[in-house]
């Protein structure tokens, strides 16, 4: 028994090697892993091809691991097990369902300068292994815009071609801005390569604008998964077993509720003036070091999360003058790595203006706003990595770890972090609001209901939220469906886990502490709820329904 927990784990080592060297990079922060020296992305057919190869390998080698004996061995091997099931599902629902690699010109304009921007997010200094990935990354650009050009041709969708467009406009001057500044910061022989992969990166970068502006109306229609391939992501890679009217139905109730609790909260403090906005990017960081210390003392002193010394730190830095014309290529900060855990994570700000985007006016305002989510994700992240069990120590699915943040934003909210700011608590009842409405327009997206405009303006007259924001969002929601939708979704899973076990003890008579269960939790932080109800509350009707679905492997559906 002990040998096939081992192999298991042996496993699991293999395919997660070999995942973090041939996954496609992510504009998302929290499935970012350290990459193999020498990577690139690949998204040419042959590399594809390759892909599914080793997939099939590693989906025949789980396979074969034998029924009954798992069935012997203790839960936590079995939810091991399960776990690079479900990962292998989201290898293939990635390849041949969402084939974003082919589809999605904002995720090609990821994958061909996204390496880029990923090698500037840790904080300097620049080592020299550093350097010379940024040379390699801009030399290959132009190589990367041309296998792009190609797969679009054959399978782009309109839509997307035409935000990505809007997303390079002056791609060449911005490129040669970052390129700039930071090769201010590498050494002579550096600065010089990227200098001179920097003209060929930019015309590659232009002509691709190019191409999408005068091809995207000849491109196919939006790529719309359906309500069978969703449900069947739900079922084998997020393991979740509600269908998706009820996801959208407890949506709305929960966008009901926090309307009125914001609007409740809005009159009763109508004559408090707001916070002002922080004085600059360098104060709002300096505002956010004592933030975090504050929220690290309530999580103690309320008994509701440990803190161990050891437990790096989330840290606000300005914008880098290398990173900010090249935002829009995702989150802007840096989470670390599994083996960086012990790294301060950073999460970089603009200048605080007016007319700043939805998140970063709420930053800059309460940092605390932002650490209870992002925070959260780092702190999560962080004890994830360091689990005993390696299989858990991966990202399988947004669900899990988003719930976790967002269910972590109303426990500060209820749990009085806010006290002091009345305005604050009306942000948080907005998150909620948009994290609601989040799952409608997923759900919708997946279904046909939305196309991707009308998407963006239901945020846009809901939440509201700015046009940008929203574009954003929506065009990278419209692409990885079960994304948007897993903030509240992911909130629900961990809120009815917590109520059950909190009654569960009451009946039983046992002590029950919420510290200690938010521990496990956010130790087990990238573990689906339905398995750690299993493993933490012995109960497995969860497992249960989602087994009555059948095998991930033997009716997959394609895209």
């Keep these: 028994m002990t040998s096939l927990a081992t192999d298991l784990d042996l496993l699991g080592a293999e395919f997660w090697r070999w995942h973090d060297a041939t996954s496609f990079r992510t504009s998302d922060d929290i499935p970012r892993v350290e990459r193999p020296a020498g990577w690139l992305p690949r998204f040419d057919p042959e590399a594809i091809d390759g892909f599914r190869r080793a997939l099939a390998d590693f989906t025949a080698r789980w396979r074969a691991f034998d029924a009954v004996e798992l069935a012997a061995l203790p839960v936590e091997v079995q939810v091991d097990h399960r776990l690079l099931g479900a990962a292998l599902a989201r290898t293939h629902w990635q390849l041949d369902v969402l084939r974003n690699w082919e589809r ?14 990923d090698l500037l997010l840790p904080p300097p200094p620049f080592e020299s292994s550093r350097q010379a990935g940024l040379v390699r990354v801009l030399a290959a650009v132009p190589s990367a815009v041309d296998q792009a050009i190609a797969n679009l041709e054959r399978a782009g969708v309109a839509a997307l071609a035409r935000v990505a467009a809007a997303d390079l406009r002056d791609i060449g001057d911005r490129l040669a801005t970052s390129v700039a500044e930071a090769a201010a910061l590498t050494d002579a022989a550096t600065a010089a390569a990227l200098e001179a992969a920097r003209p060929a990166a930019g015309d590659a970068l232009e002509r691709y604008r190019a191409w999408l502006e005068t091809s995207a109306d000849r491109l196919s229609a939006e790529a719309i998964v359906g309500r069978d391939a969703f449900t ?5 890679v997020a393991l979740i077993t509600a269908e998706p009217d009820e996801l959208v139905r407890a949506a709305m109730g929960d966008h009901r509720r926090s309307v009125v609790a914001e609007l409740a909260t809005r009159t009763r403090y109508r004559d408090l003036p707001e916070r002002p906005l922080a004085a600059s990017a360098e104060a709002e960081s300096l505002d956010e070091a004592a933030a975090e210390a504050e929220v690290r ?25 290398y990173l900010g014309p090249l935002a829009f290529l995702g989150v802007n900060d840096d989470l670390g790595s599994i ?23 709420a930053n800059a305002r309460d940092a605390r706003l932002g650490i209870i989510h992002e925070g959260a994700h780092s702190q999560q992240l962080t004890l994830s990595w360091a689990n005993p069990r390696p299989m858990r120590r991966h990202f399988i699915d947004s669900i899990a770890n988003e719930g976790i943040a967002h269910y972590n934003e109303e426990l500060m909210l209820t749990a009085g972090l806010f006290a002091d700011a009345p305005h604050s608590q009306s942000v948080v009842h907005n998150f909620m609001r948009l994290r609601a409405l989040r799952v409608i327009v997923d759900v919708n997206l997946a279904t046909g209901a939305f196309s991707l405009p009308e ?8 939440v509201p939220m700015d046009v940008e924001t929203a574009t954003e969002e929506t065009a990278y929601y419209v692409a990885t469906p079960g994304l948007a939708m897993s903030y509240l979704v992911g909130k629900h899973e961990v809120q009815r886990l917590v109520a059950d076990a909190a009654v569960a003890a009451e009946l039983e008579g046992a002590p029950f502490s919420l510290r200690e269960l938010h521990d496990a939790i956010w130790r087990n932080g ?3 709820m339905s398995l750690l109800r299993w493993q933490l509350l012995g109960d497995r009707g969860d497992v249960d329904t989602l087994d009555a679905a059948g095998k991930w492997w033997q009716q997959p559906p394609q895209g």
């Design 104 to 117: 999605d010109a904002v995720f090609l304009t990821s994958q061909v300068l996204g390496p880029w921007f």
């Design 526 to 528: 990238n573990v689906p």
């Design 455 to 462: 998407a963006v303006d239901f945020f846009v007259r809901q």
């Design 297 to 321: 003392a309530f999580y103690e002193s309320s008994d509701l999360l440990s803190q161990p010394p050891s437990l790096r730190r989330y840290r606000f830095a300005p914008t880098p003058a």
């Design 232 to 236: 069947w992501y739900l079922r084998h």
């Design 339 to 361: 083996r960086r855990r012990d790294e301060d994570s950073t999460h970089y700000v603009p200048v605080p203006a007016a007319d700043l985007p939805y998140f970063d006016a």
